[in-house]
């Protein structure tokens, strides 16, 4: 729409602006300018969410169970046991969702507005659509505006768009379908002005505004639960239906036998206790803590326990492309002269290479005009400086070969100033020289070629004749071609100080700059891919600069397939297929980041998306795992991620891939170990109600044994190392459970082999003459030593017996060492041995306890040895 129109439909004089009672109408009507974001989490909600589970209600059903029939010590444990579980969950969970906090402080600014003819200094959040707002160098936007007037305008974006150069601003209307980085014509909330001078109609404030949309965006994704806890939530549905069918099955053969309905009872809780490994959400906590703080030492933060694991599980990783692929800092690439070309293939050249850059009249001479007419700011090569990107790098360029800028003004001192202008695509500066002056400028080369008249050569100048001119076009439309951002440079001597600056220039030569990818990335991709994990680019830049930046890091062959925004939603609705053979997605807005990142989830990936700017925010959040820069990421972006890079560096996410694989292995062989020791307490309650028996052991016995003998020996197969190799193998099918087939053979053998050991040992006991407390204590012992050295058939089924991952788990001996005190112990003494019900072992017993509870591990090793593929270890 025409300025002009647009100003009347607002009802608002560019010259005068809106009046006070204008203003508070309208702050009525469209609310403040600010970004509105949903409640915090409330503390008592976060609390409450700790008992929305299966295991829970089981387990609450047997504690009021317990109460109601007087066992008030088993009641008091199991809940002791509920608030334990919930208090650990609770701690690590307790975390403030900081995304939207963080967009709001981007708009806590003052603003400089128009109104009733004077300029006023106002907050920014007391902005109303139709307020005229001036703008200058610095000045960060606060609401998005159509330009109305523009004096040499440009933007920083990169925040909102991924644009890495800043953004030409002028007012010209733009079609309606224009992609958000091409809208020339307006100023957005949230970017910042770099350079000239500018006033705007507010247009949308608040919600209302891109940075808004982004927000709802954020607010609307919803990256659910991790893999991790929809496999453990449903292990947990299926032991719980389990335990009530059996405890169902049970109870109904010793009704029908005439059993005394208290001893059922204490027999269902008995099995609700057994079934459900209560140490599992414990140990789970714990481990993936751990993983947290070894991530740390390695630069990756975890806001998420969960991440922890899905990293592991990854199988695709979307990762922008400014920031994370790149340096995020705009460098000198070429130098083109009549006398040939020169490649700086380091932003950092060496001395040799200064020397002859140094030597290089003609390259030397391109650099000092490009030096002279700069509005930036650098003292030194290692600073980041102040200014144009673009103008940075042209200073750090000269910085190398020798030619400071302070140095070079100190005989030419600047006389005039022609700041660039989107009109004419120049710049220009004019400084003494002399009885005469220089005329140094720069622009894009269609505009510099077409005012130049004449160019250098090595030993002075020729005339530019048209075919000359289409030939140094051509040479920067192959320099665009390779990736780079081309200006090109000229000047001229004249005598007055007034003269026009883009008349009968001298045509020096261009300048190839580009943001140069990581020097770390590609050996990270190739580990990706070797890891089995495809990396698709996804940027808000051109395709021509993405394809580029593609070939540098060695993003493999489906660089050829770049597919720009426009096109995702018709890629998207082509299926996996198409998706699998697209390398780049260029110009991507930010709900289509979001929609590819769903694309994905839907064709079944587990997907890591990386990125640092505002734009990634709301598919970082909606990501499986979303990965965000922490030294050059946005406040939005960080506080949406699940994990924060310390260093920027694309090879910490390989790590911590690695480390996510490590902690799902020791989660499932943990799993294993637990449940096949839960089996087998099943299993001695079951066969003994069934067969009519005395319980072998007692409802608060096993809560011990689940608590305390299981948690460390679990908790010491967590802090497995891992195998060396694990990321030679591809990632794990996401739809694979935490525990398949093999592991529940492998369940079920252990957890029978225990069970016959503790009924020999209850036979021998019977045998031996020991009355009812001293039985009951070797089974319970028998077992419990069991479950100790079941740990030795953890090893991994391809180990050696003696020398292996557990042997050699220093934290296993400890906790073996540990629990084997807490079994010896209380029995030994009379306020323990009268909770549990235990009689003190004689040596006799101790004698059948050691036997029974080794013969387990004893032979299925031995069955391990001698029959290959016997599942008698966790794969």
């Not at 003269?499 to 990706?528: H, K, M, N, S, T």
């Not at 460390?712 to 099918?733: N, S, T």
């Not at 459970?737 to 020999?760: D, K, N, V």
Request: aromatic share 4%; glycine share 8%.
């Amino acid at each position: 729409m025409p300025a002009a129109e647009l100003l009347r439909q607002l009802r608002v004089s560019a010259s005068e602006g809106l009046s006070d009672a204008e203003v508070k109408a309208r702050r009525r009507l469209f609310g403040a300018n600010t970004i509105s974001s949903r409640r915090p989490t409330r503390v008592t909600k976060l609390l409450l969410h700790q008992f929305k589970s299966s295991v829970v209600y089981l387990l609450s059903f047997a504690a009021g169970l317990a109460f109601y029939f007087g066992e008030l010590e088993e009641g008091s444990a199991i809940l002791a046991v509920l608030a334990i579980n919930a208090l650990i969950g609770f701690a690590t969970e307790l975390k403030a969702a900081r995304s939207i906090e963080a967009l709001r402080v981007l708009g806590a600014r003052n603003v400089r507005v128009r109104r009733e003819g004077r300029v006023h200094v106002v907050p920014a959040k007391e902005l109303v659509p139709g307020d005229i707002v001036v703008l200058d160098a610095g000045d960060a936007v606060s609401a998005d505006l159509r330009l109305i007037e523009t004096s040499r305008l440009s933007a920083d974006e990169s925040a909102l768009t991924g644009e890495s150069v800043a953004v030409d601003k002028q007012t010209d209307p733009v079609s309606a379908d224009t992609r958000l980085g091409d809208r020339a014509s307006m100023a957005f909330k949230g970017t910042a002005v770099t350079r000239g001078t500018g006033t705007g109609v507010v247009v949308a404030t608040g919600l209302a505004t891109e940075l808004g949309r982004v927000t709802r965006l954020v607010l609307e994704a919803d990256p659910g639960s991790s893999p991790l806890e929809r496999k453990l939530g449903r292990l947990s549905a299926q032991l719980v239906s389990a335990t009530i069918a059996v405890a169902a099955v049970i109870g109904a053969v010793g009704l029908m036998g005439d059993e005394d309905p208290l001893v059922m009872v204490e027999a269902a809780i008995a099995l609700a206790v057994a079934a459900i490994p209560e140490g599992l959400p414990i140990v789970a906590t714990l481990a993936l803590a751990r993983g947290m703080w070894r991530m740390s030492r390695q630069n990756a933060l975890i806001e998420r326990l969960s991440a922890v694991e899905t990293l592991g599980a990854t199988t695709v990783i979307l990762t922008d492309k400014t920031g994370t692929l790149t340096e995020n800092r705009m460098t000198v690439r070429r130098l083109c002269t009549a006398s040939g070309e020169t490649a700086l293939e380091t932003e950092a050249p060496t001395d040799g290479e200064r020397l002859q850059l140094a030597d290089d009249r003609p390259a030397a001479g391109l650099l000092r005009i490009a030096v002279l007419c700069n509005d930036a700011h650098l003292d030194r090569t290692d600073e980041s400086g102040s200014g144009d990107p673009m103008e940075i790098a042209l200073l750090r360029a000269g910085l190398h070969a020798g030619l400071r800028r302070t140095a070079l003004l100190d005989g030419r001192r600047i006389v005039r100033k022609h700041a660039f202008d989107p009109a004419t695509k120049m710049m220009a500066t004019v400084h003494e020289c002399g009885d005469s002056v220089l005329v140094a400028v720069k622009g894009a080369p269609e505009a510099v070629l077409a005012a130049a008249t004449h160019a250098t050569v090595e030993h002075g100048e020729i005339t530019l004749d048209d075919e000359a001119r289409a030939e140094w076009l051509s040479r920067a439309d192959q320099l665009g071609h390779d990736g780079l951002r081309v200006l090109a440079c000229a000047m001229k001597m004249d005598a007055l100080a007034g003269v026009a600056p883009y008349e009968r220039l001298i045509f020096v030569g261009l300048i190839g700059l580009e943001d140069p990818a990581r020097a770390d990335v590609p050996q990270a991709i190739e580990d990706c891919r070797q890891a089995g994990i495809r990396v698709v680019m996804v940027t808000g830049d051109h395709v021509v600069t993405a394809r580029s930046i593609g070939r540098a890091v060695g993003l493999g062959e489906n660089i050829a397939n770049v597919v720009e925004g426009k096109r995702i939603v018709e890629v998207i609705e082509t299926g996996q297929p198409a998706l699998r053979d697209v390398g780049i997605f260029a110009r991507v807005n930010p709900d289509e980041k979001l929609a590819l990142v769903r694309a994905y989830q839907a064709a079944g990936e587990i997907v890591a998306m990386t990125g640092d700017g505002v734009n990634d925010a709301p598919a970082l959040r909606q990501a499986d795992i979303g990965v965000a820069m922490g030294l050059r990421g946005t406040d939005v972006a960080r506080e949406a991620a699940a994990m924060i890079l310390l260093d920027d560096a694309f090879p910490t996410i390989v790590g911590a891939i690695r480390e996510g694989r490590i902690i799902f292995a020791n989660i499932r062989r943990f799993v294993a170990y637990l449940l096949s020791c839960n089996l087998s307490e099943v299993m001695v309650v079951g066969l003994a109600v069934l067969s009519a028996l005395p319980l072998p052991l007692l409802p608060l016995q096993i809560l011990y044994l689940n608590l305390v003998t299981d948690v460390f020996p679990a908790f010491a197969l967590a802090m497995g190392e891992g195998e060396a190799g694990i990321l030679k193998h591809p990632p794990r099918d996401p739809k694979e459970p935490i525990l398949g087939r093999w592991q529940w053979i492998t369940i079920i053998l252990h957890g029978g082999a225990m069970t016959a050991a503790t009924f020999g040992a209850l036979a021998t006991s019977s045998w031996l003459g020991l009355d009812a407390r001293a039985t009951v204590t070797v089974t319970f012992l028998t077992l419990a030593f069991a479950q100790l050295w079941h740990t030795f058939n953890m090893r991994d089924p391809q180990s050696r017996f003696i020398i292996n991952e557990i042997t050699r788990n220093g934290w296993l001996w400890s906790a073996l060492l540990l629990c084997a005190t807490v079994l010896a112990v209380p029995p030994y003494l009379p306020p323990a041995a009268l909770l549990l019900q235990l009689a003190p072992p004689t040596a006799d017993m101790w004698s059948v306890v050691l036997l029974f509870s080794l013969a387990p591990m004893i032979v299925t090793q031995a069955i391990s040895a001698t029959v290959r593929g016997w599942p008698t270890s966790v794969g």
